[in-house]
């Protein structure tokens, strides 16, 4: 069995994937079938104040499948409604090392393990503080450390400014 990319229409990866699956087992052709990957990374998101991490797909519109491709495999796959093709040349299906897999699979764990920030700060910027003993000021960020999701925000107390240290879910962009 080896590896292929099916094309998908935006955000129909993951039902795309269960009706792979089960068209398949419909067709008898599930002993041609491996397995399947919906590729997705953990983001580390704030929304109102409030830090959550959710899944991003790794590479929208694709799915990897591992199966052993045979002509009634290809058309049943090719046939499905959400499915724009394979990708290879001229959308013919061309496999995909093992090892670029385990790459992908590599990523898919690191990301649940050190979630990544979609936020991003410059060094500047002016935020407002919104948690914290200093909410509701205003002032400029003067270092991020993007490792510990944490940054130096510059704010004026008494007409100083002042060095306050703060977590990337404490400030929000003005």
């Known amino acids: 069995m080896k590896w292929y990319i099916v094309q998908a229409h935006a955000s129909a990866e993951k039902k795309l994937s269960e009706q792979i699956k ?36 790794y590479f929208p519109g694709y799915i990897l499948v591992k199966l052993d491709m045979t002509n009634d495999v290809y058309h049943l796959i090719k046939s499905l409604k959400k499915v724009s093709g394979f990708l290879g040349p001229q ?56 490792d510990k999701s944490r940054l130096k925000v510059s ?5 100083r400014p002042t060095p306050v240290d703060l977590d990337y879910s404490q400030v929000e962009k003005v």
Request: hydrophobic share 30%.
């Open 91 to 146: 959308g013919k299906p061309s496999p995909i090392s093992e090892e670029e897999v385990n790459k992908i699979v590599g990523n898919m764990e690191e990301s649940v393990a050190n979630p990544s920030s979609s936020i991003t700060f410059q060094v500047g910027e002016q935020v407002k503080v919104c948690d914290g003993p200093f909410a509701s000021f205003n002032g400029s960020i003067e270092e991020i450390d993007e």
């Open 155 to 159: 704010v004026s107390i008494f007409g």
């Open 22 to 57: 089960e068209e398949l087992e419909k067709a008898d052709l599930g002993s041609k079938f491996g397995e399947i990957l919906v590729p997705t990374q953990d983001v580390t998101e704030i929304k109102k104040g409030k830090r959550s991490v959710v899944k991003k797909k």
